[in-house]
């Protein structure tokens, strides 16, 4: 199983992007998937969670502005950013993790899309 992820670009403050995240097999498989972003010089940060029943985690930093989903029909989980700020510059990476047997865990980890916001 692979993730792929897309929808970055460039966008001036205030705007808006959509970001995909497509896997390859049944995205029924992962129990919680994930939306992180690592700027320049700074460690990766946790954009948001999304747990199987579709319920959703996000940061302060992000809340109210960003909003993930997951679409089990097309097997592409989503993270809709809107008014975004100089500070959302970042490369964003999808991930994916399945509960197996007691504390193992299935971690897949797609590429990342950059994201750059311009004044």
């Known amino acids: 199983v692979q993730l792929q992820a897309c929808g970055g670009g460039l966008v001036q403050t205030g705007g808006s992007l959509r970001l995909s995240c497509a896997v390859s097999?049944?995205?029924?498989?992962?129990?919680?998937m994930f939306w992180y972003r690592q700027a320049s010089g700074k460690p990766r940060e946790l954009v948001a969670t999304?747990?199987?029943?579709?319920?959703?985690i996000h940061p302060d930093s992000v809340k109210g502005r960003f909003t993930a989903s997951r679409d089990s029909a097309n097997n592409t989980m989503y993270l809709q950013m809107n008014n975004l700020k100089l500070e959302d510059t970042a490369v964003y990476y999808c991930?994916?993790?399945?509960?197996?047997?007691?504390?193992?865990?299935?971690?897949?980890w797609g590429q990342g899309t950059q994201v750059t916001v311009s004044s």
């Open positions: 991930r994916a993790q399945r509960h197996l047997k007691g504390r193992q865990r299935e971690d897949v």
């Open positions: 999304v747990a199987a029943g579709g319920s959703t």
């Open positions: 097999g049944n995205i029924l498989r992962f129990n919680d």
